[in-house]
C-alpha cells in the first residue's frame, strides 16, 4: 500500500471505558488484517530480541456519536479501491462467536444499525475527507 495511505478509527465515546478500548482494538485488528503493510516488520533490537511493529504511521482515534458513526460508514461506502472500511455494529457485542456473528450478517441492515466503531484505512484525501471535522477522542 502506498505511503499516502492514512488510517482512522472513529469510536463512540459514550461507550464504558472497557467497552471502548476493545472497540479500538476490534476495529484496529480489522484494518491490519484487510492491509498487512501497515504493521508487522519484524524488528529485533541490540540484543537480539525480536518483535513486530506495531503501526507504520499514525492511528487517530476520533470521536463520534453512534449515529453519527453510522452515517460517517454509509458515507464511506462503496469504499475506493484501495480503501478498507471495518465496522463495530452494537449487535455485534452480544454476540461471542465470530460464527454467530458471520451467519447473523447478512440478516442486518447497516443503515439502521448503532454503529460503535469505525475503520477507514485508503487513500489519505478519502480518509480525510470522511474525517477532517472529528475530534480526537480524550
Known amino acids: 500500500m502506498a505511503s499516502d495511505q492514512r488510517i482512522a ?26 492491509e498487512p503493510s501497515f504493521g508487522g516488520t519484524r524488528l529485533t533490537d541490540l540484543s537480539g530480541r525480536c518483535i513486530c511493529n506495531s503501526a507504520d504511521r499514525p492511528v487517530p482515534i476520533l470521536q463520534a456519536s453512534a449515529e453519527d458513526i453510522r452515517a460517517l ?11 478498507t472500511v471495518v465496522a463495530f455494529p452494537e449487535f455485534a457485542r452480544n454476540l461471542h462467536s465470530f460464527a454467530e456473528y458471520r451467519d447473523l450478517f447478512p440478516s442486518r441492515d447497516l443503515s439502521s444499525e448503532p454503529i460503535e ?21 480524550r
Not at 117 to 137: D, E, F, Q, R, Y
Open 73 to 83: 460508514l454509509l458515507k464511506a461506502l462503496p469504499a475506493p479501491e484501495t480503501g
Open 9 to 34: 478509527i472513529v469510536v463512540d465515546p459514550s461507550l464504558p471505558l472497557g467497552l471502548l478500548a476493545n472497540t479500538i482494538a476490534t476495529v484496529a485488528i480489522g484494518v491490519g488484517a484487510a
Open 117 to 137: 466503531g469505525l475503520g477507514l484505512a485508503g487513500p489519505g484525501k478519502w480518509v480525510k475527507s470522511l474525517t477532517g471535522a472529528l475530534k480526537l477522542l
